[in-house]
C-alpha cells in the first residue's frame, strides 16, 4: 500500500536569488493556507550587477542577494530556504549527476507532493535557467520512481513557469518589448504558447505581497525593467494571475485550465472541472 507526506508541500527549484518572482504571489497563497512551502535555489547570484554600490557596503554580491532572498522568504512565508552552493554563470557545467543527487536529496528530506521549477526555454534561454529546469526534471522523475518502489507516493506533480506568449505579443503591438542582456547578448521573452499553459493560480489577494517581495531584490531592480512595469502596475495581468506548465503527470483532455495545485491529476483528463483534491492530500 502506497503512502505519502500527511502534509501538503511545495517545493521551487530555481537557479538565482529572484528567479521566484514568477510564482511569488502562489507562493504567498499557498503558505497562507498552511501549505508548507521550500525555495531550493542553486547559486547566490554572484555574477549580478547593481545600479546603487552603495548596497554593498563592504559586502560580496553573493552575500547581499542572499539577504534579499531571505527576505522574500519571510514576506512570502516559505518554511525552508536552501542553496546547492553552485556559481552563477557556471552553474551550466556543473557535473549533472552530482547537482541532481542535492535536489534529490532535497526532495526526500521535505516530501513534496508539488515540485515547480523553470520550463526548458528558460523563460529567455539563459544557461542555468535551461540547465535548472533539465536537471531537476530528471531529479523529480528519478525520485519518484526510486520513492514508489518503496511504497511512498512522492512527489506527485510537476510543473514549469509560464508566462503566456499572448501577453507579450499584445505588448510588441503596443510598441514595448521586454529584452535582457546576458553576457553581452540581448535576449527576447517570447513566453509560452498560450494553449500549452495548463494551470492558472488567482493570485489577486497577493498582489501587494508580491510586490513587497519584488522590492527585496534592490540590488537588481532597475526603472523600466519587467518587474518594475510590474511593480508600478502596467502588467496587472501578471500581478493577478500566475500561470504553470503541468509536465507531471501529462494533461490530456479538453484544455481545461487547473485552478489550484492540489487539483487531483486526471482533473483535466476527465473534462469534469477539476476541482477534486489530490487522493490523500
Known amino acids: 500500500m502506497r503512502h505519502g507526506p500527511k502534509r501538503k508541500r511545495v517545493l521551487a527549484v530555481f537557479a538565482h536569488p529572484d528567479d521566484e518572482g514568477q510564482i511569488a504571489g502562489m507562493l504567498a497563497r499557498y503558505a497562507s493556507q498552511g501549505i508548507e512551502t521550500a525555495l531550493l535555489c542553486a547559486t547566490r547570484g554572484e555574477l549580478g550587477s547593481t545600479g546603487d554600490p552603495s548596497l554593498l557596503a563592504g559586502r560580496s554580491m553573493a552575500q547581499v542577494r542572499e539577504e534579499e532572498l ?14 546547492l552552493g553552485y556559481q552563477e554563470g557556471l552553474f551550466h557545467r556543473a557535473d549533472p549527476d552530482q547537482v ?41 522523475l528519478s525520485s519518484r520512481e526510486k520513492n514508489l518502489s518503496r511504497g511512498l507516493e512522492f512527489p506527485l506533480k510537476l510543473y514549469y513557469t509560464a508566462f503566456p506568449r499572448s501577453l ?3 505588448l510588441r503591438r503596443r510598441g514595448i518589448e521586454f529584452k535582457i542582456d546576458i553576457e553581452g547578448a540581448i535576449r527576447r521573452i517570447d513566453g509560452v504558447p498560450d494553449e500549452e499553459i495548463t494551470t492558472i493560480i488567482d493570485v489577486t489577494d497577493f498582489r501587494d505581497r ?32 500566475e500561470r504553470l506548465v503541468r509536465v507531471f503527470p ?11 495545485l492540489f487539483e487531483a491529476p486526471d482533473g483535466l483528463a476527465s473534462g469534469s472541472g477539476g476541482s477534486r483534491s489530490l487522493k490523500g492530500f
Open 210 to 241: 508580491k510586490i513587497e517581495a519584488f522590492r527585496c531584490h534592490r540590488s537588481q531592480l532597475r526603472p523600466g525593467d519587467f518587474r518594475w512595469i510590474i511593480m508600478e502596475g502596467k502588467l496587472r495581468e501578471l500581478l493577478a494571475t
Open 168 to 170: 507579450f505579443e499584445r
Open 250 to 260: 501529462p494533461v490530456k483532455g479538453t484544455g481545461e485550465k487547473e485552478r489550484g
Open 100 to 140: 541532481i543527487e542535492k535536489i534529490r536529496e532535497a526532495i526526500a528530506r521535505f516530501t513534496p507532493q508539488v515540485v515547480i521549477t523553470f520550463g526548458p526555454e528558460g523563460v529567455y534561454g539563459h544557461r542555468d535557467h535551461v540547465a535548472i529546469s533539465r536537471l531537476t526534471t530528471a531529479a523529480f
Open 70 to 83: 531571505q527576505c522574500v522568504r519571510r514576506i512570502l512565508g516559505v518554511k525552508e530556504l536552501h542553496f
